[in-house]
């Protein structure tokens, strides 16, 4: 799921930081988001990689440099560089715990990228901590069918690892939201892991 609306108040959200680097890093940021929704995450990954070390250099606000990170990650975890997302990943979880931040996305994206990538005991369990941390946040409410998505994914995983048990309750609960939601759509839009690996050095 994408978080660069985020942009929109990069000068709020910015605070102090070096006008240099602050404009620097909206410009990668801009340059990244339009890669990726033209499929182009290759490209992507660079400008995001450059949109988080200029955020940095900038001492930008806290809340916006977990959406670098974080959206840098999904794009190194399309290209296949899994160990560095897992580390970008957890730098935006960290953030957003410290500015109370939307936490459970990036467990999210991560129980995702490992689903992809057939790591199905890590996948349940960054899944365990997403239902956790998303019905904390009231994700349910605000987006009803992307919780019940979770839950879906969830049950998967959990059915690979022989939970089975635990699975069929998720999958119970994912019916029960989509049954009282008949109408809702989703606001949440799948990351392709997996799917356009790079041999660069990122």
């Known amino acids: 799921m994408k978080r660069v609306s985020v942009l929109l108040f990069v000068s709020a959200l910015a605070g102090c930081a070096a006008p240099i680097n602050a404009h620097n890093a909206q410009s990668y940021a801009r340059s990244a988001s339009l890669a990726a929704q033209q499929g182009d995450w290759d490209t992507a ?5 450059g949109a988080v070390v200029n955020s940095s250099l900038a001492h930008a606000d806290k809340r916006y440099q977990a959406v670098m990170n974080y959206e840098y990650a999904r794009s190194l975890g399309v290209t296949c560089f899994y160990e560095l997302a897992q ?3 957890d730098k935006a979880y960290a953030l957003d715990k410290e500015t109370n931040g939307p936490a459970y996305m990036s467990s999210f994206e991560l129980a ?12 349940a369990a960054y899944f365990g901590r997403a239902f956790e941390e998303g019905q904390a946040a009231g994700l ?4 009803p069918i992307g919780f019940a998505d979770l839950l879906d994914d969830y049950a998967k995983s959990l059915g690979a690892v022989g939970e089975t048990r635990a699975a069929e309750d998720k999958r119970h609960m994912a019916s029960a939201i989509r049954e009282a939601n008949k109408t809702a759509k989703t606001k949440t839009d799948l990351t392709p892991y997996g799917t356009q690996c790079v041999k660069q050095q990122a």
Do not use: L
């Not at 990954?45 to 990689?49: D, G, L, P, S």
């Not at 995702?112 to 996948?123: L, Q, V």
């Open 45 to 49: 990954r660079r400008m995001w990689a």
């Open 87 to 89: 580390q970008y990943f």
């Open 140 to 143: 349910e409410k605000h987006d």
């Open 112 to 123: 995702r990228m490992y689903a992809a990538k057939g790591d199905d005991k890590r996948a």
